[in-house]
Nanobody, 115 residues
Framework: QVQLVESGGGLVQPGGSLRLSCAAS????????MGWYRQFPGKEREFVAG???????RYATSVKGRFTLSSDNAKNTVHLDLNSLQPDDTAVYYC?????????WGQGTQVTVSL
């Protein structure tokens, strides 16, 4: 089993920044992709950003140019830098990992953008 531990959520003012981190541990298999999703109240979880094992990144249109995803493969960790945050970015952010052993989710971390 793989555990994903997220950190870095919190409260930030509009225009501010946060860094989310996600560390994978446990029975690690060859990775296919790792990234982040978010869920607004009453909505389905949606894709935010992802990175493949080759280092290729992809972003949702709503965050492109504001969020940056990076990875530390040696530590099985990904980081999501959230910049120019707006109230519409308020959500629970979930780390996701897909490898040859399956698909895994973190427990979620709350990001709140408010004055």
């Amino acid at each position: 089993q793989v555990q994903l531990v997220e950190s870095g959520g919190g409260l930030v003012q509009p225009g501010g920044s946060l860094r989310l981190s996600c560390a994978a541990s446990g029975n690690i298999f060859s990775i296919y992709a790792m990234g982040w999703y978010r869920q607004f109240p009453g909505k389905e979880r949606e894709f935010v950003a992802g990175i493949t094992s080759s280092g290729s990144t992809r972003y949702a249109t709503s965050v492109k140019g504001r969020f940056t995803l990076s990875s530390d493969n040696a530590k099985n960790t990904v980081h999501l830098d959230l910049n120019s945050l707006q109230p519409d970015d308020t959500a629970v952010y979930y780390c996701n990992r897909v490898d040859s052993g399956g698909t895994y989710w973190g427990q979620g971390t709350q990001v709140t953008v408010s004055l």
